[in-house]
């Protein structure tokens, strides 16, 4: 399994773009990244899963660079309600029993 | 109903009692899977099923029991546990090809054990 880092935590305001970079150096070829978000007491949430360049959906946006040694979640214009634990996860098929981080705790103030 | 159901969602048990945790998914999924949540903790996981066989067991004591009689439902069966199990569970499903690729886990609300 690919190891990854990721911030402890950030701060940001209501309206900000905010943008959670994880590392993963020894990504394998086959690998996939995954992104989740996780609010108190319950299940974390797929948000965005990419294997290179840009993917883009309603609520995130995420950028993988040619040697996809790194990726970063961008979430356009956060709100309060964005406030939350960020998992980032790397892994292929055969490693679908995936394991989560510490994650990056985002905080969105007013 | 969609998603991932999990029930109870709240649990609260002896060391001595026998329950079962339950977990149903409706997106057609063919992979289940259990983990722990302890407070302040990451998620662990605990076991996976993969078109209906158990293909990982990440050395859970033998006081969790896993049952996947199908590919939509997942029971975790409990007994004589300790206190220190109490934690949130919580159960994912996801679609796995065998042509490859992964496509993100979808998680239930999870189950708040309590063991008293």
């Known amino acids: 399994l690919a190891k990854t880092t990721q911030p402890v935590s950030m701060d940001s305001y209501e309206g900000q773009e905010v943008n959670i970079t994880c590392s993963h150096n020894?990504?394998?070829?086959?690998?996939?990244i995954t992104w989740y978000q996780q609010f108190p007491s319950q299940g974390p949430r797929f948000i965005i899963q990419?294997?290179?360049t840009k993917v883009t959906n309603e609520v995130a946006s995420l950028f993988i660079p040619a040697d996809r040694k790194s990726s970063t979640l961008s979430l356009p214009r956060v709100s309060l309600s964005d406030t939350a634990v960020y998992y980032c996860?790397?892994?292929?098929?055969?490693?679908?029993?995936?394991?989560f981080g510490a994650g990056t705790t985002v905080t969105v103030r007013a | 109903e969609t998603g991932v159901t999990q029930t109870p969602r709240h649990l609260v048990m002896g060391m001595t009692n026998k329950k079962s945790l339950k977990c149903e998914q409706h997106?057609?999924?063919?992979?289940m899977y259990w983990y722990k949540q302890s407070a302040k903790k990451p998620l662990e996981l605990m076991f996976v099923?993969?078109?209906?066989?158990?293909?990982e067991n990440n050395s859970v004591p033998s006081r969790f029991s896993p049952e996947c009689p199908n590919s939509s439902h997942l029971f975790l069966h409990l007994h004589t546990l300790q206190p220190e199990d109490s934690a949130l569970y919580l159960c994912a499903s996801s679609q796995v090809t065998r042509a490859g690729g992964f496509h993100g886990q979808y998680f239930g609300p999870g189950t708040r054990l309590t063991v008293t």
């Open positions: 020894n990504i394998a070829t086959n690998d996939y």
């Open positions: 099923y993969n078109f209906k066989e158990q293909t």
């Open positions: 997106l057609g999924h063919n992979a």
């Open positions: 990419g294997y290179k």
């Open positions: 996860l790397v892994g292929d098929m055969d490693d679908y029993k995936l394991s």
